[in-house]
T-cell receptor, first 112, second 115 residues
Framework: DAKTTQPPSMDCAEGRAANLPCNHS???????VYWYRQIHSQGPQYIIH???NNETNEMASLIITEDRKSSTLILPHATLRDTAVYYC?????????????FGGGTRVLVKP | DTGVSQDPRHKITKRGQNVTFRCDPI?????LYWYRQTLGQGPEFLTY????????KSRLLSDRFSAERPKGSFSTLEIQRTEQGDSAMYLC?????????????FGSGTQLSVL
């Protein structure tokens, strides 16, 4: 599996953008970057994924560097409900199965 | 609500007892996963099914654990002779693989406490 490195925690002010970095320097050419988050007492929730190009959906934007060795998840206007642990994951390309390896993630605290 | 249901939400049992958890995935999803999560850690993969076939099991899944998905719909995870170390959140997820992309939808989990 491509190893990912994330800061253990970060704070963000409500209403401001939250930029969550992730390093994945060993990613291979066809592996995708996925982001999930886990709000307290809930199961993980899919946010977004990408290969090379930047991606945006209703939850967030994903910026992937040209060399694909790092990415940034952007929550454009953080709310208190965005307080969660955010996981950056690079699942291996396999013939079957998408075994997500959850590392420590980044614990994001959105403050009023 | 992701559409993946798990039952029960909480289970307290005594050491040595057997427990069974149920997962109902999103109906059109052909893949189903079980994960385990202990306090302060990220979820760890246990096993997964494609339709009714169990295609992979983690080394974390000891002989006391068994999972089934008899008709390719709901799944059960049974733990026999529970131990205190089995205390954890057991998460189920389902997906519909499309090409190389696969988004997992997780349930809220079953919290197991072994006394």
């Amino acid at each position: 599996d491509a190893k990912t490195t994330q800061p253990p925690s970060m704070d963000c002010a409500e209403g401001r953008a939250a930029n969550l970095p992730c390093n994945h320097s060993t990613i291979s050419g066809n592996e995708y970057v996925y982001w999930y988050r886990q709000i307290h007492s809930q199961g993980p929730q899919y946010i977004i994924h990408g290969l090379k190009n930047n991606e945006t959906n209703e939850m967030a934007s994903l910026i992937i560097t040209e060399d694909r060795k790092s990415s940034t998840l952007i929550l454009p206007h953080a709310t208190l409900r965005d307080t969660a642990v955010y996981y950056c994951i690079v699942p291996p390309l396999e013939a079957a199965g998408n075994k997500l390896t959850f590392g420590g993630g980044t614990r994001v605290l959105v403050k009023p | 609500d992701t559409g993946v249901s798990q039952d029960p939400r909480h289970k307290i049992t005594k050491r040595g007892q057997n427990v069974t958890f149920r997962c109902d995935p999103i109906s059109e999803h052909n893949r189903l996963y079980w994960y385990r999560q202990t306090l302060g850690q990220g979820p760890e993969f246990l096993t997964y099914f494609q339709n009714e076939a169990q295609l992979e099991k983690s080394r974390l899944l000891s002989d006391r654990f068994s999972a089934e998905r008899p008709k390719g719909s709901f799944s059960t995870l049974e733990i026999q002779r529970t131990e205190q170390g089995d205390s954890a959140m057991y998460l189920c997820a389902s997906s519909l693989k499309q090409g190389t992309n696969e988004k997992l939808f997780f349930g809220s989990g079953t919290q197991l406490s072994v006394l």
